[in-house]
Structures are given as structure tokens and as C-alpha cells.
């Protein structure tokens, strides 16, 4: 064997060696990995299952529960009137029919005087509980709540539906919808909400009782493209006005996400 050929049988046992070591090394922090990605993954899947689990709770709890024992004193505990913003059309007319059915007297709250006196005189004739109306428009800004608050007084308002909202005429980037259309929805969506808790929420803590339901959006849920300050309005303030709710009173808020 010649000295040239005896360095390359040299040479290739060192290379195959140092591949095989290297194979090694790789195999054995493949399966370190493994093992840590494993372990991220059942701390995601347990996380996802509590998660699912928690909100499985909460549907039974909040919609099967009341279907089957739903009676008129569970809704009354929260106190005998209701007052719904938004009450004369759309989603609000609806909580405004299904809480009367429930035996709660209704107040509706909304711009035309016509169309409260249509729902409230409807309400009052089909399910025989009292209602009144609060002519109020929201996009007038802090000018309109000391009325309200009149209006509420020694009232026993149990649950505020803070459902009146505005939307844009169609979903368009920022700069396309006019100002004066974003700061109504401001106005409408977000101010008004959080006045109308400054009105009823000191009664209910006095109380001791109450429940307020925000109306919220699906778009508060994830970015969606074109809806800006409607999405914003949503999420901002339902979420973060849920939060400071259960943490500054023991009223039940709750979130109401529509399609
Ligand atoms: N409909 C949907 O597909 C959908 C989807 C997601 C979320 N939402 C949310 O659900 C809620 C209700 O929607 P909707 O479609 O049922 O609405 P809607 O049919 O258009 O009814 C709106 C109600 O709000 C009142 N309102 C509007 N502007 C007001 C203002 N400036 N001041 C006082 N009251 C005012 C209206 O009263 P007047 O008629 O007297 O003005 C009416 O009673 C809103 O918060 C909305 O963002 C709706």
C-alpha cells in the first residue's frame, strides 16, 4: 500500500467518523426536541381542552339551564324593569319582547318617539307587563344622560341591554368614511354604553343585584379588513368594560357577540 493511498483510507475513516459522531449528535437532540415539542404540545392541547371545557360550562350553564328551568323569578331577581337602548327595531326589539315575555316590565330607549310609542304600546298589549320610552339621541353627546338619569330615578332597573349601535353605510378603509360617521359611532357605540352604566350601575349596587348585557360584534373578535372604528368600538369596550366590570362590582356583565 502505497503512503497515498494509506492517507486516504486515513483520511476517509476519519470523515466517517465524524459524520457517524455528528449523525449522533443530531438523532439525540432530534429526540430532546421532540420531547420539548411534545411537551408545548399536551400544554397547548390541556390548555385548548380547559379552555373548551370552561366554555362548555358556560353554555350549559347560560343557555341550557335557563331553558330548562327558566322561570319568571330567575330573570326578576335582577330587579322588576329593564331598560333596553335601541329597544324600537332590530336586535333590541327582540330582548325587549323576550324579556316582557319573561314578565319584566320594559323601558325602550331610542331617537323616534313613533316607533318606541308602536313597540312600546305592543309589548305592553301582548305580554301585560308596564313599559315606558326615553326619547334620547345618543350622537348628541353628554347633554343627553342627565335627563335619562332623571327619568330612572327610583326606578328598579335589574338589567341594562346596551344594544344601540350604529355601523358604517358599507365596510371602507378610515380614510373613506366621513369623520362625522366615525365619531356618531364613537358616540353611539362606545360613549353611550358607558354613560348608560354611570346611570343604572350605582342603583344596582345599592341593590345589591343587576346584569347588564352589551351587545358586542363578531368583528371584535379578530382583525377584520374595512370595519375600523366599528370593529374597535366592539372590542374596546365590551371586552374592557366587561373586565372592569366583574372586577368593580358584583353585577353579572355580560358579552353578546352577534354575526
Ligand atoms: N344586525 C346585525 O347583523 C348585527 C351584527 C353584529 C352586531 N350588531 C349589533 O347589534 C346591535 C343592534 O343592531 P341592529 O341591527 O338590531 O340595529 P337596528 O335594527 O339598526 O336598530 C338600531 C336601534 O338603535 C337605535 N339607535 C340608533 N342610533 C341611535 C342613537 N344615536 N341614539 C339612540 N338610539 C339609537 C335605533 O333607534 P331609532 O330607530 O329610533 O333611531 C334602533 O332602535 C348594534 O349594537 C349592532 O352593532 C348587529
Same mark, same amino acid.
Request: hydrophobic share 45%; glycine share 6%; proline share 3%.
Given at each position: 500500500?502505497?503512503?497515498?493511498?494509506?492517507?486516504?483510507?486515513?483520511?476517509?475513516?476519519?470523515?466517517?467518523?465524524?459524520?457517524?459522531?455528528?449523525?449522533?449528535?443530531?438523532?439525540? $437532540?432530534?429526540?430532546?426536541?421532540?420531547?420539548?415539542?411534545?411537551?408545548?404540545?399536551?400544554?397547548?392541547?390541556?390548555?385548548?381542552?380547559?379552555?373548551?371545557?370552561?366554555?362548555?360550562?358556560?353554555?350549559?350553564?347560560?343557555?341550557?339551564? #335557563?331553558?330548562?328551568?327558566?322561570?319568571?323569578?330567575?330573570?326578576?331577581?335582577?330587579?322588576?324593569?329593564?331598560?333596553?337602548?335601541?329597544?324600537?327595531?332590530? =336586535?333590541?326589539?327582540?330582548?325587549? !319582547?323576550?324579556?316582557?315575555?319573561?314578565?319584566?316590565?320594559?323601558?325602550?330607549?331610542?331617537?323616534?318617539?313613533?316607533?318606541?310609542?308602536?313597540?312600546?304600546?305592543?309589548?305592553?298589549?301582548?305580554?301585560? @307587563?308596564?313599559?315606558?320610552?326615553?326619547?334620547?339621541?345618543?350622537?348628541?353627546?353628554?347633554?343627553?344622560?342627565?335627563?335619562?338619569?332623571?327619568?330612572?330615578?327610583? @326606578?328598579?332597573?335589574? =338589567?341594562?341591554?346596551?344594544?344601540?349601535?350604529?355601523?358604517?353605510?358599507? #365596510?371602507?378603509?378610515?380614510? !373613506?368614511?366621513?369623520?362625522?360617521?366615525?365619531? !356618531?359611532?364613537?358616540?353611539?357605540? =362606545?360613549?353611550?354604553?358607558?354613560?348608560?352604566?354611570?346611570?343604572?350601575?350605582?342603583?344596582?349596587?345599592?341593590?345589591?343585584?343587576?346584569?347588564?348585557?352589551?351587545?358586542?360584534?363578531?368583528?371584535?373578535?379578530? #382583525?377584520?379588513? *374595512?370595519?375600523?372604528?366599528?370593529?374597535?368600538?366592539?372590542?374596546?369596550?365590551?371586552?374592557?368594560?366587561?373586565?372592569? *366590570? =366583574?372586577?368593580?362590582?358584583?353585577? $353579572?356583565?355580560?358579552?353578546?357577540?352577534?354575526?
Amino acid at each position: 500500500m502505497s503512503a497515498y493511498n494509506f492517507n486516504i483510507a486515513k483520511l476517509g475513516n476519519i470523515v466517517q467518523g465524524t459524520i457517524v459522531s455528528l449523525a449522533k449528535e443530531v438523532v439525540q $437532540s432530534y429526540d430532546n426536541n421532540l420531547d420539548i415539542l411534545a411537551i408545548v404540545g399536551a400544554c397547548y392541547t390541556v390548555r385548548k381542552g380547559l379552555h373548551l371545557l370552561s366554555g362548555c360550562c358556560s353554555l350549559i350553564k347560560h343557555q341550557v339551564f #335557563p331553558l330548562l328551568f327558566s322561570n319568571t323569578n330567575t330573570i326578576l331577581k335582577y330587579g322588576e324593569w329593564a331598560v333596553v337602548t335601541g329597544g324600537s327595531d332590530g =336586535i333590541g326589539k327582540a330582548y325587549a !319582547e323576550e324579556l316582557a315575555r319573561l314578565g319584566v316590565n320594559i323601558i325602550l330607549l331610542g331617537r323616534s318617539i313613533q316607533k318606541l310609542q308602536n313597540v312600546s304600546e305592543a309589548i305592553a298589549a301582548t305580554y301585560g @307587563v308596564k313599559t315606558r320610552i326615553i326619547v334620547a339621541d345618543f350622537n348628541k353627546g353628554p347633554e343627553v344622560f342627565p335627563s335619562i338619569k332623571e327619568a330612572l330615578v327610583d @326606578v328598579d332597573v335589574g =338589567i341594562l341591554v346596551n344594544n344601540a349601535g350604529m355601523f358604517f353605510d358599507y #365596510p371602507a378603509c378610515l380614510t !373613506e368614511v366621513p369623520e362625522e360617521k366615525s365619531l !356618531e359611532i364613537i358616540n353611539v357605540n =362606545i360613549a353611550a354604553a358607558v354613560m348608560m352604566v354611570y346611570v343604572v350601575l350605582p342603583g344596582m349596587l345599592q341593590r345589591k343585584r343587576g346584569a347588564i348585557i352589551n351587545v358586542s360584534s363578531i368583528t371584535s373578535w379578530k #382583525p377584520v379588513p *374595512l370595519m375600523t372604528v366599528y370593529a374597535a368600538s366592539k372590542v374596546n369596550l365590551m371586552l374592557h368594560l366587561k373586565q372592569k *366590570l =366583574i372586577f368593580s362590582s358584583n353585577v $353579572s356583565p355580560r358579552l353578546l357577540c352577534c354575526l
